[in-house]
């Protein structure tokens, strides 16, 4: 079976990223190695022209201000109209009422295929309780399956809730992802990175659910390699290993390690 990430690799789509200035790097970086092409175009005056001409559109609010949320909204809308998918990470929604106002201004605005958070991001945009840190989630103690599903039915889109097991659901069909490493968190940027990867997954596939989980999968196990190899040298040695391994995870070992399991 060709396998999402092989497309990608053939493809090489154009991802058109308006992200935070914390990942830009590392996030072109991640693109380039799994076989993507990434661009990063913020000014009001060519974000409606280059998400015309994009893959997909990768829309990222880390860094917030009310250029960056005008960028966003300029650009989804082109994407909307020229049928470009859209990711969105709606980053520390919750951690401030400017924060959830901007997610949910965007949401409204803009026709998102994927909407990528961890679970209190995604719950403070549909407007439920749910405990963050700064832009990071706290523990939490409610069904993030539920939230997932709840989510996606109003938003009428994909949702990807990530932790310690993913959740990728469209409100009907549910799957949950396994693969990862704990280290990952001790790396800036890839939750970042990874809503570009579901963004170069989405472009080279024509089932945008089983892709989003495709892309969680990969990701992961890109990571665990990453963590193997590098175990005794700390998170600097895995964020070069993982980029590496970005680049060399093949559709036998995605084979022999990736973990989707469709709930019932």
């Known amino acids: 079976m060709i396998r999402t990430i092989e497309r990608v690799r053939t493809m090489n789509p154009l991802i058109h990223n308006i992200t935070n200035v914390v990942v830009t790097n590392f996030t072109a970086n991640g693109l380039l190695a799994l076989g993507a092409s990434p661009v990063m175009a913020y000014a009001h ?3 409606a022209d280059m998400a015309k001409i994009a893959s997909a559109l990768v829309l990222n609010m880390g860094t917030l201000d009310d250029k960056v949320v005008e960028s966003i909204i300029i650009a989804g809308k082109s994407a909307n109209e020229n049928n470009v998918p859209v990711v969105f990470d709606p980053v520390g929604a919750g951690a401030t009422p400017y924060r959830t106002e ?3 201004r965007i949401l409204q605005e803009v026709k998102v295929d994927v909407l990528r958070g961890n679970a209190a991001e995604i719950a403070n945009v549909i407007g439920k309780e749910w405990s963050i840190k700064g832009v990071d989630s706290g523990e939490g103690k409610g069904d993030i399956v539920a939230l997932a599903q709840q989510a996606a039915k109003e938003l009428d889109c994909i949702v990807v809730i990530t932790g310690k097991k993913d959740v990728i659901t469209n409100g009907e069909k549910t799957y949950i992802v396994e693969n990862g490493h ?8 890839t939750g970042c990175l990874l809503s570009s990867v579901i963004g170069a997954f989405l472009a080279a596939s024509e089932d945008p659910l089983y892709a989003s989980a495709e892309a969680l999968a990969f990701y992961g196990v890109a990571a665990e390699l990453a963590a193997a190899k590098t175990a005794e040298q700390g998170p600097g040695s895995f964020q070069i290993e993982f980029l590496n391994q970005l680049a060399n995870v093949s559709n036998e070992i995605l084979e ?3 973990k989707i399991q469709q709930l019932v």
Do not use: W
């Not at 704990?182 to 940027?189: D, F, M």
């Open 182 to 189: 704990p280290i990952l968190t001790k790396v800036t940027g």
């Open 102 to 104: 901007s997610a949910r």
């Open 45 to 47: 005056e060519e974000v």
């Open 256 to 258: 022999q390690r990736e």
